[in-house]
């Protein structure tokens, strides 16, 4: 073999090592940083995840009812029946009736 052959063939060698040595390590920082990008996006989404729940939590303790017949109680003077002061009977005919008037009215 020439001298210039073999040294024709180290450098190929070694380009391709180094060229496969860099796509190595750019695939790796890549994977890292989208890793990093991945913990980072659902550390945001559990912040919001919690704040929605906490809105949750004070919509609930606004809408009680203990709360809103206390308030109605106190500051309004409502007070609440002991009973039913009116029962509605309905037959299943009239209910048929009205569904099949409001189909009419909206087919």
Same mark, same amino acid.
């Given at each position: 073999?020439?001298?210039? $052959?073999?040294? &024709? $063939?180290?450098?190929?060698?070694? !380009? *391709?090592?180094?060229?496969?040595?860099?796509?190595?390590? *750019? !695939?790796?920082?890549?994977?890292?940083?989208?890793?990093?990008?991945?913990? #980072?996006?659902? +550390? #945001?989404?559990?912040?919001?995840?919690?704040?929605? @729940?906490?809105?949750?939590? @004070?919509?609930?303790?606004?809408?009680? @009812?203990?709360?809103?017949?206390?308030? *109605?109680? /106190? #500051?309004?003077?409502?007070?609440?029946?002991?009973?039913?002061? @009116?029962?509605?009977?309905? $037959? &299943? +005919?009239?209910? &048929?009736?009205?569904?099949?008037?409001? #189909?009419?009215?909206? /087919?």
């Amino acid at each position: 073999m020439k001298k210039g $052959s073999s040294l &024709k $063939s180290f450098i190929v060698i070694i !380009t *391709a090592v180094a060229i496969l040595l860099f796509t190595y390590v *750019a !695939t790796v920082t890549e994977i890292k940083r989208m890793n990093r990008l991945k913990i #980072s996006k659902q +550390d #945001s989404l559990n912040v919001k995840l919690n704040l929605a @729940e906490g809105k949750m939590v @004070e919509i609930q303790k606004w809408t009680a @009812e203990d709360r809103i017949v206390v308030y *109605a109680q /106190d #500051s309004i003077g409502l007070i609440r029946p002991s009973d039913n002061l @009116e029962t509605i009977s309905v $037959s &299943k +005919d009239q209910i &048929k009736q009205v569904e099949k008037l409001l #189909s009419q009215k909206y /087919d």
